[in-house]
Nanobody, 116 residues
């Protein structure tokens, strides 16, 4: 079982920044995809940003230009740099990976709150 552990959430004012980290217990180089989802109260979980199997990145339209996903294969860690945060970015953010022969794996989530 591959474990994903998120960190870096917290509370920030609108316009502020946070960086989330997702550390995997296995080699992320072999993962089919890895990225970030979020779920706000009363809403469905949605994709935020992801590395696809070809190494390219996809972003939700709502975060394009503000969020950046990056990775450090040596540390088996994926990051989500979030700038110009808005109240509507408030959610629990989850790390997710699609792992060959093991399927989908999720982290426990980290809360991000954007409020003045």
């Amino acid at each position: 079982q591959v474990r994903l552990v998120e960190s870096g959430g917290g509370s920030v004012q609108p316009g502020g920044s946070l960086r989330l980290s997702c550390a995997a217990s296995g080699s992320i180089f072999s993962f089919n995809s890895m990225g970030w989802y979020r779920q706000a109260p009363g809403k469905q979980r949605e994709l935020v940003a992801i590395f696809t199997s070809g190494g390219s990145t996809n972003y939700a339209n709502s975060v394009k230009g503000r969020f950046t996903i990056s990775r450090d294969n040596a540390k088996n860690t994926v990051y989500l740099q979030m700038n110009s945060l808005k109240p509507e970015d408030t959610a629990v953010y989850y790390c997710q990976a699609n792992i060959p022969y093991r399927g989908s794996s999720w982290g426990q989530g980290t809360q991000v709150t954007v409020s003045s």
